[in-house]
């Protein structure tokens, strides 16, 4: 009895990452990527990561790093809008987290 339900469990656990990784770029999909780039630009997001990393803060971006999959991108996003008390909408958060997507990430869909 017990075979059946392990072989259930490693099947789910194996397909879940590429599943949510095929899901996680579809986020992305609808995304307004001029008001993701006006964003960007309007709050300063660049000169706030070259202000923590240096450089021209693209250093901060690091796609085989802790940020590897589009859902964790989304959520990055949303956190530097609570951190730093943005009060952005979701749909804004998405518009910028898919541009970062197309310019540094390319999470595949």
């Known amino acids: 009895m017990k075979r059946p339900l392990l072989a259930s469990a490693l ?14 770029a579809a986020l992305f999909k609808d995304a307004d990527l001029a008001l993701g780039e006006k964003l960007l ?6 000169q706030c990561h070259t202000r923590q990393v240096g450089g021209d803060g693209s250093a901060i971006y690091r796609p085989n790093g802790r940020i ?10 949303e956190n530097c809008s609570t951190r730093l008390n943005l009060q952005l909408f979701p749909e804004e958060v998405t518009a910028i987290a ?7 990430y390319r999470f595949k869909p």
């Not at 099947?11 to 996680?24: I, K, V, Y």
């Not at 630009?41 to 660049?46: I, K, S, V, Y």
């Not at 859902?71 to 996003?77: D, E, H, K, R, S």
């Open 11 to 24: 099947a789910l656990a194996f397909a879940l990452p590429s599943l949510a990784q095929a899901q996680g």
């Open 41 to 46: 630009a309007e709050h300063q997001c660049a």
């Open 68 to 77: 590897n999959n589009a859902q964790l991108l989304q959520a990055m996003v």
């Open 98 to 104: 898919a541009v970062l997507n197309r310019d540094h």
